[in-house]
C-alpha cells in the first residue's frame, strides 16, 4: 500500500480458526491508521466489523481458509470477508447486525455451495484529516 | 480474591465485596477466539452460587459479539435464581457496542463498583 498515494490493496488469507481472528484486528487496525482520514471512532468500527465478519466466517466456515480483502480508495475503505462454509445467512445474527451498524455499505453474496463474501465499506471523511495528528 | 488465568491474555478476577455481591473483574481481548475461557469463569462463579454480580469491563480492551453473548447468557442464569448483572464500563467504543446492540436496555451499565453495588443492594 502506498501512504503517499493512501490507495491501494491488501490481502489476506487465514486459516479458519478463531485463533486467527486477532491478527486480522491488528493489520485492518494498523492499515486503517495509515489513512488520514479515518477517525480513531472509524478505525474501532472498521476492526470491529471486520472481525465480527472474519467471526461469522470462521463459525460457518468449516474450518476451511477465509480471505481478506481490504481497499483503500479515495473516498472510502472496502473490506471484503469470503469464506467457504454452507453459505446459508442468518440476518438475525448479532455480530451481522453489528456490522450493518457500523459500517456504511454492507451486502452479503451467496455463493451456492461455495460459501459467501461479505462486502462492507467505511467512507474517509476528509474532515478527520490531520485530526489524529 | 481468586484470579482465574483463561487462556490468550484473557483473565476473569472475583472476589466479594458484598454479603450476597461479586465483583468478576475481566481483562484482555474478548473475541470468538477468548470468550468461551470467559464463559468458563463466569459460569463457575455462578455454580458457585453467585447471583448477584458486577462483572468490570475496565481492563477489557475489546469486545465482540461473541463476549457479549456471554455476558446474556451469563445474565439468563443468574436470572433463573432471581439474581442480575451490573456491568462496569467507561470505555466509550465499548459502551456504543451496548448502545447499538440494545444491551443498555438490559444491563445497568456504571461508572464504578461502588455505583453499581448501590444499585445492585
Known amino acids: ?133 | 480474591m481468586d484470579a482465574k488465568e483463561t487462556g490468550a491474555d484473557v483473565k476473569v478476577t472475583s472476589r466479594q465485596i458484598s454479603p450476597n455481591v461479586w465483583m468478576a473483574e475481566l481483562t484482555g481481548e474478548i473475541d470468538v477466539y477468548t470468550s468461551p475461557k470467559i464463559k468458563e469463569g463466569i459460569t463457575e462463579l455462578i455454580e458457585k452460587g453467585v447471583y448477584n454480580l458486577i462483572i468490570s469491563l475496565e481492563g477489557v480492551r475489546y469486545i465482540d459479539s461473541t463476549g457479549l453473548g456471554v455476558l446474556i447468557g451469563a445474565l439468563k442464569k443468574v436470572r433463573e435464581h432471581n439474581g442480575t448483572i451490573g456491568i462496569v464500563c467507561n470505555n466509550p467504543q465499548i459502551k456504543k457496542i451496548f448502545s447499538i446492540t440494545g444491551l443498555v436496555k438490559i444491563f445497568g451499565i456504571y461508572k464504578d463498583e461502588q455505583e453499581a453495588l448501590k444499585s445492585l443492594a
Do not use: W
Open chain 1, 1 to 133: 500500500m502506498s501512504s503517499e498515494s493512501e490507495q491501494g490493496r491488501l490481502f489476506l488469507r487465514i486459516p479458519g480458526k478463531p485463533e486467527y481472528v486477532s491478527l486480522v484486528r491488528l493489520t485492518i487496525s494498523g492499515l486503517a491508521s495509515r489513512v488520514n482520514d479515518l477517525s480513531y471512532e472509524d478505525i474501532e468500527d472498521l476492526k470491529l466489523a471486520v472481525a465480527e465478519a472474519c467471526s461469522r466466517a470462521i463459525l460457518h466456515g468449516n474450518g476451511e481458509e477465509i480471505s481478506i480483502e481490504c481497499q483503500v480508495s479515495d473516498h472510502s475503505v472496502t473490506v471484503s470477508i469470503q469464506d467457504q462454509g454452507t453459505g446459508e445467512e442468518e440476518e438475525d445474527d448479532m455480530g451481522i447486525f453489528l456490522i450493518r451498524s457500523l459500517m456504511e455499505e454492507v451486502t452479503i453474496k451467496t455463493l451456492a455451495g461455495k460459501g459467501s463474501i461479505l462486502l462492507m465499506s467505511k467512507k474517509r471523511n476528509h474532515e478527520h484529516r490531520n485530526q489524529r495528528s
